[in-house]
């Protein structure tokens, strides 16, 4: 398995609402990141985690809320959100945090749209 | 501070050759890569080159890197239809987590 699994794919939320978005991948990758993406830009961190931990948090409103449950698995909680925030979120793998020989590997995305 | 910058738009006739170019200014960049985005989709992985080479080729496409200009291009052989897409440069330096710097993307247009 060489991907990376991104739900759902669309998600349009109001803004009280409560939702996740979920990412896995089974590579055996120790690093995850959290990227956001404004239509027509490129992709801007949000957040790294590096071994199930959070290793940088690009100064990130918390109504954004990170969550790594296991190696596996990187989900990112939404609460509040404002129309401002609808977006690409992309999610990446690799190998570990400090491995710059492959790249990272992307998830599709979740297109959010925030009413 | 680290600044990748990109041409935003390419057109190009199917069959010809493209080339993408890309500036950066962080003179400790080491690693440098080209990612794909096609329409409503994530990033692929296209190619990457670290600083200590000049080139690099793989199948249809060829990096080149002037490091004493900071400069890194794309030349994408034998262009088809399929090959439009967003296309980003990235760096990440050598020190501390290996995180990504894109540049603004160049949108290649490929017409038959």
């Known amino acids: ?115 | 501070g680290e600044d990748v910058e990109q041409s935003l738009f390419l057109s190009v006739r199917e069959g010809d050759s493209s080339v993408i170019n890309c500036t950066y200014t962080d003179s400790s960049s080491t690693y440098l890569y080209w990612y794909k985005q096609e329409p409503g989709a994530g990033l692929q992985l296209l190619t990457y080159i670290f600083s200590n080479m000049d080139m690099k080729q793989d199948q249809r496409l060829t990096v080149l890197l002037n490091k004493k200009d900071k400069h890194l291009s794309l030349r994408i052989a034998d262009t088809q239809t399929g090959d439009s897409a967003i296309y980003f440069c990235a760096e990440t330096t050598n020190s501390g987590y290996s995180t990504l710097t894109f540049g603004k993307g160049t949108m290649l247009l490929v017409s038959p």
């Open chain 1, 1 to 115: 398995d060489t991907e990376v699994t991104q739900t759902p794919k669309h998600l349009v939320m109001g803004m009280t609402n409560k939702k996740s978005l979920k990412c896995e991948q089974h590579m055996g990758h120790r690093a995850m990141y959290w990227y956001k993406q404004k239509a027509k830009k490129p992709p801007e961190l949000m957040f790294v985690y590096s071994y199930e931990k959070l290793s940088i948090n690009e100064s990130v409103p918390s109504r954004f809320s990170p969550e790594c449950p296991n190696s596996s698995l990187l989900n990112l909680h939404l609460h509040a959100l404002q129309p401002e925030d609808s977006a690409l979120y992309l999610c990446a793998s690799s190998q570990d945090a400090s491995d710059r020989n492959y790249g990272y590997t992307f998830g599709s995305g979740t297109r959010l749209t925030v009413v």
